[in-house]
């Protein structure tokens, strides 16, 4: 309702939502992937319409202007808008991506006190020794699968650097379930199944690791996630529960698994643009930064966002319902050609000096890093990108043997079918102490 200059109350103007056709489009999702919201806006033309998936009403949407109304914290929550499946293999349950107000602050407040320019450094220098020592095994191999070996060293880096004991013994378990946590959002069963038995396994390993901190067994150091994820207190004073914190200690470390996809694209990015491989070994104009960004703006990762209507609303005279669940492309936001020149060229150099919006590069969410729901793992995920790709130019030669390097957008998330091969390695110099990053110490995007 509205009011006229007399202030006589009046009807909204109410325009309709494009819709699309059929009953529910759950399985045409699963069957297209990234393709599928980016088709069916371009069938509609329109940047916003309405479907069924899973059974729910909902409505769909792309672009910068929609983004920054997705991430307002007035009008949309995330409680209750990730599918249950998701919860239980990927996310988890009780953790930050569902929170909202001022319990999701206060949370993301204790994910941000991780992630300083000391911890930042630490980081980096964990997954280079990490990478190294890998590196220096592969001389001695005939071929290596660099995209299974990146998880592994990932995951190692990632629990050194969280202050999370393990034993050697337990390196390939603890891989494979990150791994299949973060394969299993892609709408297949048998995926999805592995990923929550994955999940299951790691939280109670995770828990135990929290009693015994709590209990003194355990000492990490007081600045890891370990010790302020085990010690951190809910608005009430207590402790998070110890479900809880499994949960939000996971979070601290497993998105750097999402780095070795991106780091894949990277090198599948130099050998598919020759000219960066160059660029990326002189980095003027720190380079890197650029190439590691436009490697997350093109390849593909994470298809969409889910959140749910706080309270009703107008926007554009298209009326919001209360509860109603809303799905932000993020993909095809990357690539929306009102915000991006020639969006689907590689172009590294656009980054440059780039004063662009936050919600038109949405790579692992959008928005403000303190008070909304930006992902605070693209920092580490970043800094270890860069770390890497300065790494392989710097420090190592490779051959890659003939194989299908060619990748699904039906599959999400994906990856070169080969996993990318890499023979003949060769470390080029024994020490890594050159090997140095200017430590950001603003957000990234």
């Known amino acids: 309702m509205g009011r006229n200059k007399k202030g006589m109350t009046q009807m909204k103007v109410q325009k309709p939502i494009p819709k699309t056709d059929g009953l529910d489009h759950t399985l045409t999702l699963i069957d297209q992937g990234f393709h599928f919201l980016p088709n069916m806006r371009k069938e509609l033309g329109s940047d916003i319409f309405e479907t069924r998936l899973m059974g729910k009403k909902t409505v ?8 920054e109304m997705f991430y307002d914290n007035a009008i949309f929550k995330r409680k209750g808008a990730a599918p249950l499946p998701l919860k239980k293999s990927l996310l988890g349950q009780g953790g930050v991506h569902g929170l909202d107000g001022e319990k999701h602050r206060q949370r993301k407040r204790m994910h941000l006190s991780l992630i300083t320019p000391e911890r930042l450094e630490d980081m980096k220098n964990i997954a280079v020794n990490e990478l190294d020592a890998k590196a220096k095994s592969w001389e001695n191999k005939k071929q290596v699968v660099l995209f299974d070996e990146l ?65 003194g067994k355990i000492k990490p150091p007081e600045y890891t996630s370990a010790y302020i994820v085990a010690n951190h207190r809910e608005p009430s004073g207590k402790l998070l529960s110890v479900q809880t914190a499994a949960v939000e200690l996971n979070n601290t470390y497993r998105p750097l698994i999402a780095a070795a996809y991106f780091i894949i694209f990277g090198a599948l990015a130099m050998h598919e643009y020759p000219d960066s491989y160059q660029k990326l070994k002189e980095d003027k104009d720190s380079y890197s930064h650029m190439f590691a960004q436009e490697v997350r703006r093109f390849y593909p990762f994470a298809p969409a966002m889910a959140a749910k209507v706080k309270k009703s609303f107008y926007w554009h005279d298209y009326h919001f319902k209360k509860d109603q669940l809303v799905v932000l492309d993020l993909y095809g936001t990357n690539r929306h050609p009102d915000d991006w020149e020639s969006p689907e060229e590689f172009r590294p150099e656009r980054f440059k000096d780039w004063q662009g919006s936050p919600f038109s590069f949405l790579p692992q969410g959008g928005g403000d890093f303190h008070i909304g729901h930006r992902c605070a793992g693209e920092w580490l995920t970043v800094m270890v990108m860069r770390t890497f790709f300065k790494y392989f130019v710097n420090h190592m030669t490779f051959e890659l043997p003939k194989q299908d390097l060619s990748f699904s957008l039906e599959r999400m998330p994906t990856i070169p079918k080969s996993h990318f091969i890499i023979q003949n390695v060769k470390r080029t110099k024994d020490s890594v102490k050159d090997l140095e990053l200017h430590v950001q110490t603003r957000p990234v995007i």
């Open 60 to 67: 769909c949407m792309a672009g910068k202007e929609a983004a």
């Open 151 to 215: 998880r592994e060293i990932l995951n190692r880096a990632g629990l050194k650097w969280a202050g999370v004991p393990f034993e050697e013994k337990e390196v390939r378990a603890r891989t494979e379930e990150l791994s299949n946590m973060v394969d299993s959002f892609g709408g297949s069963v048998s995926r999805f199944r592995q990923g929550k038995r994955a999940r299951d396994k790691h939280e109670k390993w995770l828990k135990n690791i929290i009693e015994d901190i709590r209990t």
